[in-house]
């Protein structure tokens, strides 16, 4: 009969190793365009697990506290006021890394002044988005296998 101290296992040694979980997100753009062509690609990725995805005008607070996301992805409109207004709402309840298709300096400035985290240009490839994810949350990246 096999026992585990017999093949060098002591109960004290056993230890449950947790898993690498893919990161939560909140993905948010008024573009329905926008959240289908991020979504897919970031959930194929293994390494983030859309919670919801909301349009600027959807109820985000809810979505936020109901799902509690790693990092919430916010679609900014450089030149829409209420963006900033909404970034700096959202980032007292998670990391906030914006996606943009074009950001100024002072854009930029002016989001990290609204709490953004991080930003991410459109153009860039998801998986340097996928990456970008993973180190706004501060989580180890998941590793398949």
């Given amino acids: 009969m096999w026992h585990r101290q017999a093949a060098g296992f002591d109960e004290e040694s056993l ?9 939560s997100v909140l993905l948010v753009s008024d573009d329905d365009r926008v959240r289908g062509n991020l979504q897919r690609p970031l959930e194929r990725s293994g390494e983030v697990a859309v919670v919801a995805t909301a349009s ?7 979505l936020v506290r109901r799902f509690a ?8 409109h450089p ?19 914006l996606l943009s298709a074009y950001l100024s300096r002072s854009e930029w400035e002016e989001a990290r002044a609204a709490g953004a985290a991080d930003f991410h240009l459109k153009r860039i490839g998801v998986a ?4 970008k ?3 706004v949350s501060g989580k180890e990246p998941r590793r398949p296998g």
């Fill in 15 to 23: 230890r449950v190793v947790p898993q690498s979980v893919p990161v």
């Fill in 56 to 62: 600027l005008h959807d109820e985000i607070p809810e």
């Fill in 69 to 76: 996301p790693d990092v919430i992805l916010l679609d900014l």
């Fill in 79 to 97: 030149n829409d006021p209420s963006a900033l207004e909404l970034c700096r709402e959202l980032a007292e309840h998670a990391p906030v890394l």
């Fill in 128 to 131: 340097e988005l996928v990456q």
């Fill in 133 to 135: 994810v993973g180190s």
